[in-house]
Nanobody, 117 residues
């Protein structure tokens, strides 16, 4: 059974930084692409970016230029590091683990990030 879990969220002041983790078990993580998303209250889920199995990354405008997506296959974990956080970054952040070349993908339960002074 595949399980995905996010961690690293919390309360941070504006201008601060956070590193979120996405850990998967029960699957071949090295073959997976990992996408990061967020959902603020009353808004639709928003795609932020991804890292594919070969390490290439893509970033969407909400986080581009102030974030880094990385992975450590030995730990079955992907990361989203965000800097210069703003109150509008407040949301539940989730990851999607998609096994490349298959129809299978898995979601974590999300981790809350609150940016406030």
């Amino acid at each position: 059974q595949v399980q995905v879990a996010e961690s690293g969220g919390g309360l941070v002041q504006p201008g601060g930084s956070l590193r979120l983790s996405c850990t998967a078990s029960g699957t071949t993580f090295s073959r997976a692409a990992v996408g990061w998303y967020r959902q603020a209250p009353g808004q639709q889920r928003e795609y932020l970016g991804q890292i594919i199995s070969q390490g290439r990354t893509d970033y969407m405008s909400p986080i581009k230029g102030r974030s880094t997506i990385s992975r450590d296959n030995a730990k079955n974990t992907a990361y989203l590091e965000m800097n210069d956080l703003k109150p509008e970054d407040t949301a539940v952040y989730s990851c999607n683990v998609r096994i490349e070349g298959t129809i299978f993908d898995y979601w974590g339960q999300g981790t809350q990030v609150t940016v406030s002074s």
